[in-house]
């Protein structure tokens, strides 16, 4: 059984910034790639960030030089440096990893709420 923990989230004033984590557990043979989504009150689940196995990254438009996501590769763990913050970044964040474990799957996270005040 594989488990997505996330932890960082919280509520921060505009133009602060905030650090989330994801650690995966588990049976975990390898993992392809992982990535940051985030929904919004009335709004579809969006990409924000994902990064393979092989380190190559992408962005929503939205975060482009504000947000970094890196990942610990050892740890079996992603994170999401998100700096400038923006009240239109408010929403519950989701780690997303593609892992082979018993076979190949997409796990999530139970999402960590971020909240941006003005």
């Known amino acids: 059984q594989v488990q997505l923990v996330e932890s960082g989230g919280g509520l921060v004033q505009a133009g602060g910034s905030l650090r989330l984590s994801c650690a995966a557990s588990g049976s975990i043979l390898s993992i392809n790639t992982m990535g940051w989504y985030r929904q919004a009150p009335g709004k579809q689940r969006e990409l924000v960030a994902s990064?393979?196995?092989?380190?190559?990254?992408n962005y929503a438009d939205s975060v482009k030089g504000r947000f970094t996501i890196s990942r610990d590769y050892a740890k079996n763990t992603a994170y999401l440096q998100m700096n400038t913050l923006k009240p239109e970044d408010t929403a519950v964040y989701y780690c997303?990893?593609?892992?082979?474990?018993?076979?190949?799957?997409?796990?999530w996270g139970q999402g960590t709420q971020v909240t941006v005040s003005s």
């Open positions: 990064i393979t196995s092989g380190g190559s990254t």
């Open positions: 997303n990893a593609e892992l082979y474990g018993l076979g190949l799957a997409k796990y």
